[in-house]
């Protein structure tokens, strides 16, 4: 067993915002080198090595780790998979309990060929509860929760566009430490005094301006984190609360967005977006495959 903590580096980095706080990801890498890439002069117990054309790999890793997490033809259906990463789990964390998939598992010989998710329309057909869109798909449904899908749809707008617009009055904060005004500044956001224990904030980010708690939100920014973490907290106060109602189009809408994300599996917390029950699954749960009349007895 030997270590490249450089590549360890770029599967923890691929897996950012998609995991909870303080867990790790297992990851199997196969690599095909020539002995010759391999520099072993790296550690006395040549437990680390260094690999020549490191950006090469790390690339590589990057845009595999990438692709897995999507929702894409190759890993829509995990069943197939599942079985063999199963046993190596079990293999390496016995006590891991590690959940799979966030499939109820299909049987074995009874996996169906799905789609591309191109393809496959995921048609909103009900809200439950005010908080889960149920999407039927050609193999199955999904039960959505509504808050996080849109939180993981604004988070990767807002890293993809990070906007501060003007703020016109300002936000007016008070009682603010200066660890507190350097935070915001940090943030490129512009404090400045506006009297005893009283700042004023002129912009603020693009999704936050309009809101009636804009003030608040920008005072949990001041609070710390890095840009990142900022980006979270605004799409979490932004997205769609549970408890709100949506009509047919507007749950539509935004399983449209949200499939097409690029980690749409995960929020930004690390917590899963959605349920998936495989028509494979539930066939066998409800016992379609009795013969009524033989097993039965009718
Ligand atoms: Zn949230």
Known sequence: LVRSPELEQ??????????????????????????????????????????????????QVTQVIEKALR??????????????????LKVSEEKGGYSLSRSLQA????ERKTPDIGLIE???????????????????????????????????????????IPLEPPAILNHLSPTQIEQLQRLDLEVESFGEQLWAVRNAPAL????????????????????????????????????????????QTLLDQWKVTRNPRTCPHGRPIYLSLEES???????RHWVIGKSHGI
């Open 208 to 251: 936050l301006q309009q809101r009636e708690d804009c003030a608040d939100a920008l005072l949990e920014l001041s609070l710390g984190g890095d840009l990142q973490g900022a980006q979270v907290a605004t799409a979490c106060r932004s997205a769609i609360r549970n408890g709100t109602p949506l009509s047919l189009p507007q749950m």
């Open 10 to 59: 770029t599967v923890l980095a691929a897996m950012a915002r998609t995991l909870p706080r303080d867990r790790y990801p297992i990851c199997f890498l196969h690599l095909q080198l020539c002995p010759s890439q391999i520099d072993w002069n790296r550690h006395p117990a040549k437990a680390e090595i260094y690999l020549q054309s490191l950006s090469y790999w790390q690339e």
């Open 281 to 287: 699954a539930l066939s066998r749960f409800f016992r």
């Open 122 to 164: 995921l048609q909103a057909v009900a809200q439950v509860h005010k908080m889960y869109i149920l999407a039927e798909h050609p193999t199955g449904m999904w039960l959505v929760e509504q808050h996080i899908a849109h939180e993981r749809v604004l988070y990767e707008q807002l890293c993809d566009r990070w906007q501060l």
């Open 107 to 110: 049987t074995e010989g009874n």
């Open 71 to 88: 929702i894409g033809a190759a890993n829509f259906s995990e069943a197939s998979q599942s079985q063999r990463v199963g046993k190596l």
